[in-house]
């Protein structure tokens, strides 16, 4: 047996310190981690994964939480990705997240992994689908991803969940900029937070002309939009029950099918993408490097065009 496969067996039993790792390995680009991932793929796609996103300070984190919580109970196996800033000195995750759901750190049926931005845009970090595809391997039936709260770019998640929660905060005019960000045509569920709130029954009235607007609809059904007090557990119940009827609306029809194909393109795509970028940083370093480039474009002896053939490897034009 080989080490690629000791290590992968070890994951598939549900060794946590074998998929902390393998997580580590694959959030650093390591090619052993690749090799790994490879053999786990077969034992993919059966989880449910659900985006948590929305604005910063919406209260992502402690909604999470209370999922957790409330999912546990009902004896589901539970695992969270929490993507989180990147430390401007380390270029590490700030674990605030992880240090607020630290009340399940004893539960051998949840895993929690943050993961740093590291400069990605779109809400999620670069290795976000490879750890949630090891969780999906070790057999975690439900899969939280909380988006880092990013605002206009926080689509990206779209394309990774089965089911998307968009968290909004009545009184900051949210709803309005939900329209203007994309949110409002990702969110499969809505969850007007902090509902105790005097504007809470506003923003849920508005939410509802909005979607009305739109068309009201996600897959053939409505929106359901959720009022929950996620510092105190009211309405995490009700957001868990419309998660899960999502689910069954998904596996009723085409949906689960098509959303899984989605989440699919989304890591061939960023497989592609990250290929060609070595690829291209390779080829630049063979040319003297950025600086040594952009220092020929400046004394004039070399031009953008011929310098950008030469680094993607393009023969030059005639």
Avoid at 171 to 190: M, R, T
């Amino acid at each position: 047996m080989t080490d690629t496969q000791a290590r992968v067996d070890a994951v598939l039993r549900g060794e946590v310190r074998a998929a902390s790792r393998l997580m580590r390995d694959l959030d650093d680009g390591r090619p052993e981690g690749d090799a790994a991932l490879a053999l786990l793929y077969p034992h993919t796609g059966r989880a449910h994964i659900v985006g948590i996103t929305g604005n910063p300070g919406a209260g992502k984190s402690t909604l999470t939480d209370r999922l957790v919580t409330e999912w546990r109970r009902q004896g589901h196996k539970v695992g969270v990705v929490a993507i989180d800033p990147s430390s401007p000195f380390t270029g590490g995750a700030i674990l605030g997240d992880r240090v607020r759901m630290q009340g399940h750190s004893g539960d051998s049926g949840v895993f929690i992994r943050s993961l740093a931005t590291r400069g990605v845009m779109g809400g999620l970090s670069r290795s976000t689908r490879d750890v949630v595809n090891v969780l999906d391997a070790m057999g975690y039936a439900r899969i939280l991803i909380e988006t880092v709260g990013v605002g206009q770019d926080e689509v990206d998640i779209a394309n990774t969940a089965h089911t998307c929660v968009v968290v909004m905060v009545p009184g900051l005019g949210d709803s309005v900029q939900a329209l203007k960000a994309g949110l409002l045509e990702i969110a499969d569920i809505f969850v007007v937070n902090k509902a105790d709130r005097p504007e809470a029954a506003r923003m849920v009235r508005e939410l509802e002309m909005l979607l009305d607007l739109e068309g009201g609809t996600r897959d053939g059904r409505a929106v359901p939009i959720i009022q929950t007090v996620a510092t105190e557990g009211r309405g995490a119940d009700a957001l868990a029950a419309a998660i899960d009827a999502h689910r069954a609306a998904l596996k009723a029809g085409d949906g689960w099918r098509l959303r899984l194909q989605r989440r699919r393109r989304g890591e061939l795509v960023d497989r592609i993408d990250q290929g060609v970028r070595a690829a291209v940083q390779a080829r630049l370093q063979a040319h003297g490097g950025l600086e040594g480039v952009i220092a020929s474009l400046t004394a004039g002896t070399l031009d953008p065009v011929r310098a950008a053939r030469a680094i993607l490897g393009e023969p030059p034009q005639p």
